[in-house]
């Protein structure tokens, strides 16, 4: 278990363009969903890299399989996009950063999204740690809320803390936003997302029960007034977007050339 004193690691994975530019690249973070890496957003990463984009995906600590689940990678969500400004400020500590967008699947959704300006709510958020609110059940972490108090019991201190979650996450350097299949968008306030400025791009399963539209989708396509959006197709599952034996193989490859098309509209 990780020393609750030591720096909060983030791995990245880099992918330079093939072609030589005159100017800094245009860039996109891709950040993966629960549970899962960023080595394993290649249908993703694939069409941006071959539309001439910098790409950086990254693990979020405690929520990645690479390092193995701890409670807070899947409750504390707004550690995710605190992730990806901090590689933000390393990379352009190495060399001028180019116009930054960033994707995001699932809980990498919400993260893009965050970054653009969505806040989630405080007191829906108390209402999931405590119970009043029931917190579906997380395949990769069984038992991730129970987990969780035993690490940090609920008390003042412990909602005090929650300010952190509420707090503006909004990077001034991300430019457009790509939601594929987003989630936490019941826990979202409706008064953030009215204030997103950017284009945002969302595409989502028309068979997601995971993160079903009307719950998770509809709030972000509704409530931010630069989003756009359509189905992925009717029969398309969440599980559709990482599976190795997708029930519809084409539909993360179309999602993937959709985003490349869009931040190619957007970011140059």
Same mark, same amino acid.
């Given at each position: ?7 909060? %690691? ?27 890496? =960023?080595?394993?957003?290649?249908? &993703? ?24 689940? /701890? %409670? ?15 590689? &933000? ?7 001028? +950063?180019? %116009?930054?967008?960033?994707? =995001? ?9 965050? +970054?653009?300006?969505? @806040? ?19 395949? /990769?972490?069984?038992?991730?809320? /129970? ?8 008390? /003042? ?11 503006? +996450?909004?990077?001034?350097?991300? @430019? ?10 019941? +826990? ?45 197709? %009717? ?20 999602? =993937? ?12």
């Amino acid at each position: 278990m990780r020393d609750p004193a030591s720096p909060r %690691p983030v791995r990245v994975y880099l992918w330079e363009p093939s072609r030589a530019q005159a100017a800094p690249a245009p860039l996109v973070v891709v950040s993966h969903g629960t549970g899962g890496s =960023g080595s394993d957003m290649e249908w &993703l990463v694939r069409p941006l890299h071959e539309a001439g984009f910098r790409v950086v995906a990254l693990d979020h600590h405690g929520n990645n399989y690479v390092d193995g689940y /701890e %409670p807070e990678g899947f409750l504390h969500v707004w550690e995710r996009p605190r992730d990806v400004s901090f590689v &933000l400020e390393a990379l352009a500590q190495e060399q001028p +950063l180019g %116009p930054v967008g960033v994707a =995001g699947f699932s809980l990498g959704g919400y993260t893009a999204a965050a +970054l653009a300006g969505a @806040r989630v709510d405080p007191q829906i958020l108390w209402a999931v740690l405590t119970g009043t609110v029931p917190l579906p059940e997380i395949p /990769e972490f069984p038992g991730a809320l /129970e987990a969780l108090r035993k690490k940090h019991p609920l008390n /003042e201190a412990s909602r005090r803390a929650l300010d952190a979650a509420t707090a503006d +996450l909004s990077d001034p350097r991300v @430019r457009a936003v790509f939601q594929v299949a987003p989630g936490v968008g019941a +826990l979202v306030t409706p008064e953030s997302l009215a204030t997103v400025r950017v284009p945002v791009g969302i595409r989502w399963g028309g068979a997601d029960t995971v993160n079903p539209y009307e719950v998770d989708t509809r709030p972000y396509l509704e409530h931010i007034p630069t989003a756009s959006g359509c189905s992925a197709g %009717p029969h398309v599952r969440h599980d559709d977007f990482f599976t190795p034996q997708p029930a519809d193989p084409a539909a993360r490859v179309r999602v =993937g050339k959709e985003a490349a098309a869009f931040f190619q509209q957007h970011l140059g």
